[in-house]
T-cell receptor
Framework: EPEVTQTPSHQVTQMGQEVILRCVPI?????FYWYRQILGQKVEFLVS????????KSEIFDDQFSVERPDGSNFTLKIRSTKLEDSAMYFC????????????FGQGTRLTVV | AQSVTQLGSHVSVSEGALVLLRCNYS??????LFWYVQYPNQGLQLLLK??????LVKGINGFEAEFKKSETSFHLTKPSAHMSDAAEYFC????????????FGGGTRLMVKP
C-alpha cells in the first residue's frame, strides 16, 4: 500500500534555530497537509497546500511557519526560529482529491525544542 | 465550524469485552466523520469513515461505528477486545465542503487488560 513518508522521525533542536521537516507524499497526490500534536493535546490542523500555494491555514500557522514543495516529490514545513512551545509531533498528510476521506497520514516527526 | 468531543480520555476493558469509545460532534453542515488509531510511536491510521449512505460503517480490525444524526454521535465499537487493540483512538470531523481540514477530538487511550 502506498504511504506518506516523513523524515526525520525525531529531531532535537535548540530554541531559536530553524528546522525543516520533510515529507514525501504519495506520488499521484495533489493535496498536502501539515498537522501537529502537542504532547497530551489534540491533533491540530496547520496548513493545506495545493497547486504550489497555501489553500487553507489555521491561526497556529503564523509567520514563523512556511511550506514548500521544492521538487516533484518533497513537501516541507519550515519553522524559522523555533520556540519551546513548538515541541510537538508533526504529521504530514496527502490526498488525491480535495476531500478528507482520501487523506493518508505519515508516521510523524517528533520535534523537541530545547 | 466543527468540533469533536470524545468522552473519556482513558478507557480500560478486559480482553474479550466490548469496546465502546464515544464521540460527539458539532457541525453546521453535513459532516464527514472518521476514526483514527495511533499505536505507540506510530502515525495516524484510518480505522473507518462515514461520508454518505449507510450509517453503520465497518472498518479494519473488527471495528465499526454508527452515525446518528439525531444524537450527533459517531461512537466506535468492537464486540471483543484484543490485547493488540491497545492504542490511542481519535475521532475527527470534516465538513463535506471544506476540503481536507480535519478537526480532531482529544483522543481516548484504550487499555486492554488480560
Amino acid at each position: 500500500e502506498p504511504e506518506v513518508t516523513q523524515t526525520p522521525s525525531h529531531q532535537v533542536t535548540q530554541m531559536g534555530q530553524e528546522v525543516i521537516l520533510r515529507c514525501v507524499p504519495i506520488s499521484n497526490h495533489l493535496y498536502f497537509y501539515w498537522y501537529r500534536q502537542i504532547l497530551g493535546q489534540k491533533v491540530e490542523f496547520l496548513v493545506s497546500f495545493y497547486n504550489n500555494e497555501i489553500s487553507e491555514k489555521s491561526e497556529i500557522f503564523d509567520d514563523q511557519f512556511s511550506v514548500e514543495r521544492p521538487d516533484g516529490s518533497n513537501f516541507t514545513l519550515k519553522i524559522r526560529s523555533t520556540k519551546l512551545e513548538d515541541s510537538a509531533m508533526y504529521f504530514c498528510a496527502s490526498s488525491d482529491d480535495r476531500g478528507a476521506p482520501r487523506a493518508f497520514f505519515g508516521q510523524g516527526t517528533r520535534l523537541t525544542v530545547v | 465550524a466543527q468540533s469533536v468531543t470524545q468522552l473519556g480520555s482513558h478507557v480500560s476493558v478486559s480482553e474479550g469485552a466490548l469496546v465502546l469509545l464515544r464521540c460527539n460532534y458539532s457541525s453546521s453542515v453535513p459532516p464527514y466523520l472518521f476514526w483514527y488509531v495511533q499505536y505507540p510511536n506510530q502515525g495516524l491510521q484510518l480505522l473507518l469513515k462515514y461520508t454518505t449512505g449507510a450509517t453503520l460503517v465497518k472498518g479494519i480490525n473488527g471495528f465499526e461505528a454508527e452515525f446518528k444524526k439525531s444524537e450527533t454521535s459517531f461512537h466506535l465499537t468492537k464486540p471483543s477486545a484484543h490485547m493488540s487493540d491497545a492504542a490511542e483512538y481519535f475521532c475527527a470531523v470534516s465538513a463535506y465542503n471544506a476540503g481536507n481540514m480535519l478537526t480532531f477530538g482529544g483522543g481516548t487511550r484504550l487499555m486492554v487488560k488480560p
